[in-house]
């Protein structure tokens, strides 16, 4: 699955921070990649990919995960509406369990950039592995920290996943997913014992699998006791 906003393709220049590992040849068409929710215990994994417009800089760009809810909301309204072109894509439950995370974080990657309405010379990958795309590819480790576009990615896939996980929320509130977002906190752990797996689980992820086994209630427990 995939959602992106579409603009009239138009040639970007690399930006400061990228001039210096892409001098020569020139590379003009840059994607930052970057992914959300590989670690919880329910829900898809989401993939950004953002081209940014060097004539429509966005102010205060950073890793997701340092900025306020508030903050990268914003900030994900500017990129949609000054980036060259951005997508965000996803890898089902049902992908994950049946490919393993890792794979379903690299579909989910290659889908977020095929959706791009420009076409990427180049994509900066967030991380040390990468999908294989059709463009050349470099992986950057902590990139959502160092490069605007992988920062933009991250937001944007942050941002839809968290949506995502409210609306699962509203679907199965006894879970809190509104307030963990299907990580494996001490309060989903509980629930989880309480009320077992429900279809937008990972049956793949030990403590999802551990409930299904027997004697998975005293897993989860101790499991719970030390998150």
Same mark, same amino acid.
């Given at each position: ?13 690399? #930006?400061?921070?990228?001039? *210096? ?33 060097? %004539? ?13 809810? $508030? ?8 990129? &949609? *509406? ?13 992908? /994950? ?25 180049? $994509? ?19 990139? #959502? ?6 920062? %933009?990615?991250? /937001? ?12 699962? !929320? ?5 879970? $809190? ?12 752990? %509980?629930?989880?014992? *309480? ?5 937008? !689980? ?7 699998? #551990?409930? &299904? ?5 005293? /897993? ?8």
């Amino acid at each position: 699955m995939s959602a992106a906003r579409r603009r009239p393709a138009a040639a970007a220049q690399v #930006d400061a921070g990228q001039s *210096e590992l892409f001098a020569a040849p020139l590379i003009s068409i840059i994607a930052g990649v970057d992914e959300a929710g590989r670690g919880p215990l329910a829900g898809a994994v989401y993939a950004g990919a953002v081209i940014l417009d060097p %004539a429509r800089p966005i102010a205060g760009l950073a890793d997701s995960k340092v900025l306020t809810m $508030a903050r990268r909301e914003a900030l994900a309204a500017q990129i &949609q *509406e000054r980036a060259l072109a951005w997508a965000v894509a996803t890898a089902s439950v049902q992908e /994950i369990d049946t490919l393993n995370i890792l794979q379903a974080t690299m579909l989910a990657m290659q889908r977020a950039v095929q959706a791009l309405s420009t076409a990427p010379e180049l $994509a900066l990958v967030d991380g040390n592995r990468a999908p294989r795309l059709a463009c050349a590819v470099r992986t950057i480790v902590k990139g #959502d920290a160092t490069e605007a576009c992988i920062s %933009a990615a991250s /937001i944007l896939a942050k941002t839809a996943r968290d949506a995502e996980l409210l609306r699962l !929320h509203a679907l199965y509130p006894e879970y $809190a997913f509104d307030q963990h977002k299907g990580y494996g906190t001490a309060l989903h752990l %509980a629930r989880l014992r *309480e009320h077992g797996p429900c279809a937008e !689980h990972r049956t793949s992820f030990a403590p999802v699998r #551990d409930w &299904q086994a027997p004697g998975s209630a005293q /897993i989860i427990a101790a499991q719970g006791a030390t998150a």
